[in-house]
């Protein structure tokens, strides 16, 4: 059935009438969406405050079995439910809602009705925040969210405008291990028809991931976080970019002992703002105390500087600071197959404490970073470098094989998608008309320039 | 004593202004100094020679003077000879400034017999320079009133010439580079070229000279060239034969080069360019003796060039036996070096600092290109051995057990040499490597890298298509409201 919009009904229980009669997905989206979408498109504010609304003092989302286990009946009417969630949960005095009303919706909804309406579903997602909020108790929000953005997106590689909110509810309540499912999975797919997604969503995503990450202590992970936020495309520098640029600097630090350039798509903007703002020059020294290994230098520039403390950054930094001498234990065992524990002590910074030192090392060996053995006269004796290498099993030989060839798969079915674009085909076909030798790079048919500005060089 | 005394704040202030004139060309020196150093004290004695009439005697010219008082400021025993030889040849020349500096400098040491200044050769030439100048200046107007392009261009020529033998390189520059301008053939630029490294070889303004170098070597026709003068790019073939082709000129511009390079630190182009050079240098005195050919090149190359190279390149090579026939001593150091005696090559190079450092133009590397060769000869021992014992090692190199342990560990941390220090018995050892370990863990790596970049790489572009951009917060974008009537339902599946 795909006739004109009908007329637009004026009060809830009408609504109702259409919800339930709309039984197909055809009808859900050819009938209901239209109507719905009319009523905010007329009227936001009326339309909103209706949709949240009662009828006549009996809740409809309950008396559809939501919050009382009927949740998979009422999960053919996803799409009207829907808007009545998201409206009523974004009203400044909302009706008294459930949080098993909530938290049934997010078990049971149909997503495909729901990807219909990809607006409702963020606004849904920070409603539910604030109604957390407002009861007071924001841990409340994240059963409905996790629920939400485990079962709303097609696949897990897919990025919504759930993700942010959920992952920053995680961050701001600690509770980092439940986002960890959620970040395990790499995102590649970004859809606009899934979910409204603004830049920010992208890059509060990625920051929020790196600090969960980074507060559960798997740093290499965190650093590809933070990566990603700094070398997504920009053609002016985030804050949050920058932010996240700080934290992937400490991280390296921790992880490297020195900072490694971002990759090289890095927008330059990005960089720049990291390198020149005032914000930053702190963490500029500090990492180039580090990196020239002045110990001193380093924590008194840790000491002294507040811009960690406003950042929330001076727990890595502390970190940072805490790594220096197994760093540097590292760095020796690469020089040294025999070290007195009293050289050690003094190469690390640790001098007249070899108690101090030879805690460090059994830390180190029993954390499995090192692979050496104390002698009873004082001297420490490093192993060679590759007995700490794992002789790798066969099947992680061919896991890694599956995977590369998966990967290889995936990019040459890509590699064909846009060769068949339209997009590319117009650009290649208007290149190669134009000129008659479209396929080839324009650059390599410039013949070099030097000694052009003559006057300039003197 | 007195007149002297009076006569200093003036030299001082003559010194001060000239500096400021060439601030504009040695903006490049400057740099340069940064890196440096002051200048070293050297020490010549029985075991140090150095013969300075015999050396000097080769050069004539400017240099002659600049390489005097170079040695006169870092060797106190040679100073009085050295100040008194420079004195003596500026007084042939025409800058009065140099001179002053020079009696000043001289009058400064401690016992010596005070000269005074000639001051009767001070005005005349400072009156013939002033009247040279006038004609040349008048000169250069009537010609450019005339319009003849030659004209301007020879009258440029000649006041930057002028200039250069008053000691005013700034001025010098200036008029040199006027002088492009109004060159119409590629010989003229080729001579203004020539002008202007010599110029500024002699002020060792060294990052330039690469420059000029280009842009002489980019009006000589690469048909005509000399076979004898191989590298260095050329183009715009111009199709013109004069003095260009001559293979003394190619060879002028390779040494330039390869000064260039040597004063910019880059010592194995330094090393490539000079050996390339050819032997058809002729005289160029009052710049370079086939005996710093062969010095700097030898350092250059020892310090940068591999076994095979120093090999095939320096010593069996024709055209530089000429050079080395110069230096005998230099050969030595070479054949040392072939021959795995280290010790020799240190204690030679040890004992031949003093010409090293007394070198105008070599003076800031030596420290640098030593410790380089030495290096270099402490991997090239080690290569062979699993283990060696530090001290056995010390004795070989002539150099104490601390030092050497400590340029073996400079040597590890830069993974220069696979190998530990066992200290406590001062014992290396070459690293064991678990190759098939090694090679695995590094294919996973290898792989989990890649993978992970094609990840990020592909949400990059997810992003950019999705036009998901940072960008400038316009009136900051709302939330769209979708209208009814927009055609993106989608359709059922």
Redo the contacts between chains.
């Keep these: 059935m795909s006739g004109p919009i009908p007329n637009l009904p004026t009060n809830l229980g009408s609504v109702l009438q259409i919800v339930h009669s709309c039984q197909s997905f055809n009808a859900v989206a050819n009938q209901l969406l239209p109507t719905l979408r009319g009523l905010v498109w007329n009227n936001a504010g009326q339309a909103e405050s209706m949709l949240g609304g009662l009828i006549d003092g009996a809740d409809p989302l309950l008396n559809m079995g939501l919050g009382t286990g009927g949740g998979r009946q009422a999960a053919a009417y996803t799409l009207g439910t829907l808007y009545m969630l998201s409206a009523r949960l974004s009203m400044t005095s909302p009706p008294q809602t459930s949080f098993q009303t909530i938290v049934e919706w997010c078990s049971t909804f149909e997503p495909h009705q729901a990807r219909l309406a990809s607006d409702r579903v963020g606004k849904l997602a920070k409603g539910i925040v604030r109604w957390a909020e407002q009861s007071g108790q924001p841990e409340d929000a994240l059963e409905p969210l996790r629920l939400l953005v485990t079962r709303y997106p097609p696949s897990p590689a897919y990025l919504t405008n759930i993700h942010p909110v959920f992952v920053q509810l995680c961050c701001t309540t600690r509770h980092f291990m439940l986002a960890l499912p959620i970040l395990s999975v790499p995102i590649t797919e970004i859809d606009k028809d899934v979910s409204d997604l603004h830049y920010t969503d992208n890059l509060l995503y990625h920051y929020c991931g790196g600090v969960a990450l980074g507060a559960l202590k798997r740093f290499r992970e965190a650093a590809d976080f933070f990566e990603i936020a700094v070398s997504s495309p920009a053609s002016v520098a985030s804050a949050i970019q920058v932010e996240a640029y700080k934290k992937l600097s400490l991280i390296q630090l921790i992880l490297y002992g020195k900072t490694a350039s971002p990759p090289k798509y890095t927008s330059p903007a990005v960089s720049r703002a990291f390198r020149n703002s005032s914000t930053t020059q702190p963490y500029l020294k500090f990492i180039n105390a580090i990196e020239i290994t002045d110990r001193e230098a380093a924590r008194k520039l840790a000491k002294d500087v507040e811009a960690f403390q406003t950042d929330n950054n001076m727990g890595l930094v502390q970190q940072v600071l805490d790594r220096l001498p197994w760093l540097a234990v590292k760095k020796l065992k690469e020089t040294y197959m025999k070290l007195a524990l009293e050289e050690i002590g003094r190469e690390i910074g640790l001098p007249d404490d070899i108690k101090a030192v030879r805690a460090l090392i059994v830390d180190m060996i029993a954390a499995g970073e090192l692979s050496a053995s104390i002698h009873p006269d004082g001297t420490v004796s490093f192993e060679e470098e590759s007995a700490l290498l794992p002789q790798p099993s066969k099947l992680q030989i061919e896991t890694a094989l599956v995977q590369a060839r998966d990967a290889v798969e995936r990019l040459a079915e890509l590699d064909r998608s846009i060769g068949r674009s339209r997009d590319y085909i117009q650009k290649a076909l208007h290149q190669r008309d134009s000129g008659g030798m479209g396929w080839q790079d324009e650059e390599s048919m410039m013949p070099p320039m030097r000694g052009e500005s003559w006057e300039d060089n003197l | 004593m007195v007149s002297t005394l009076s006569d200093e704040p003036e030299v001082e202030e003559q010194l001060a202004q000239q500096q400021e004139q060439l601030q504009p060309s040695t903006s490049a020196a400057a740099s340069r100094d940064f890196m440096s150093r002051t200048k070293p004290e050297v020490k010549v004695d029985s075991d140090h020679p150095f013969d300075l009439e015999t050396y000097i005697s080769s050069y004539s010219g400017k240099t002659r003077a600049r390489r005097l008082m170079h040695i006169a400021s870092c060797c106190p025993t040679l100073a009085p000879q050295a100040y008194q030889l420079a004195i003596s040849t500026l007084l042939t020349m025409r800058d009065p400034h140099a001179y002053m500096h020079a009696v000043a400098a001289y009058n400064q040491l401690p016992g010596v017999m005070q000269v005074d200044q000639d001051q009767a050769w001070i005005d005349r030439v400072r009156a013939e320079n002033q009247n040279q100048r006038e004609k040349l200046e008048v000169e250069l107007r009537t010609y450019q009133s005339n319009m003849i392009k030659e004209s301007i261009r020879m009258g440029h020529r000649d006041l930057g010439d002028f200039f250069r033998a008053i000691g005013d390189s700034g001025q010098a ?1 200036k008029h040199y ?1 006027k002088s ?1 301008e109004f060159s119409t053939t590629s010989q003229h630029v080729l001579e203004m070229c020539l002008s202007v490294l010599e110029l500024l070889m002699e002020q060792e303004s060294y990052n ?1 000279l690469q ?1 000029f170098v ?2 002489a070597e ?1 009006v000589i026709d690469p048909g005509t060239q000399n076979a004898d003068a191989k590298g260095g790019p050329r183009k715009k073939p111009t199709n013109q034969t004069g003095m260009e082709d001559s293979p003394v000129v190619q060879s002028k511009l390779q040494v330039a080069n390869a000064l260039g390079y040597l004063g910019r630190g880059a010592y194995e182009q330094a090393a490539r360019a000079f050996l390339q050079a050819g032997t058809q240098l002729g005289d160029w005195s009052k710049m370079i003796t086939p005996g710093d050919m062969a010095v700097y090149a030898s350092l250059c190359s020892l310090a940068t060039l591999s076994r095979s190279a120093v090999k095939t390149l320096v010593l069996e090579d024709e055209k530089f036996r000429v050079y080395l026939e110069q230096e005998p001593y230099m050969r030595d150091i070479l054949e040392a070096y072939m021959n795995s005696k280290f010790k020799a090559v240190l204690e030679l190079l040890e004992r031949h600092s003093a010409r090293h450092l007394l070198d105008i133009h070599l003076w800031p590397h030596v420290q640098h290109l030593t410790t380089r060769i030495r290096r270099r000869a402490i991997i090239l021992h080690f290569q062979p051995y699993a283990s060696v014992q530090l001290s056995r090692m010390a004795e070989t190199f002539g150099i104490p057990v601390a030092e050497l342990e400590k340029e073996v ?1 400079g040597l ?2 830069d993974g220069e040499i696979a190998a ?6 001062k ?1 290396l ?1 070459a ?4 190759q ?3 090679l ?2 590094k294919a ?1 790596k290898v ?2 890298d ?11 572009m ?5 036009n ?5 917060p316009k009136g900051k ?1 709302q ?1 769209v ?4 009537t927009q055609p ?3 359709m ?2």
Excluded: W
């Excluded at chain 2, 970049?453 to 949400?459: A, G, H, V």
């Design positions: 520059m580079t492009r330039q420059n280009y842009k980019s560990i590890i941390q530990r220090v066992d200290s406590t018995a014992v050892k690293k064991i490597k678990d098939r370990a090694a695995f863990s996973l792989g989990e890649a993978q992970a970049q094609s990840r990020k790489i592909l949400l990059r997810r992003l950019v298509q999705n998901l951009i940072v960008h400038e974008m939330p409201v979708q209208s009814p993106d339902i989608r059922a599946d």
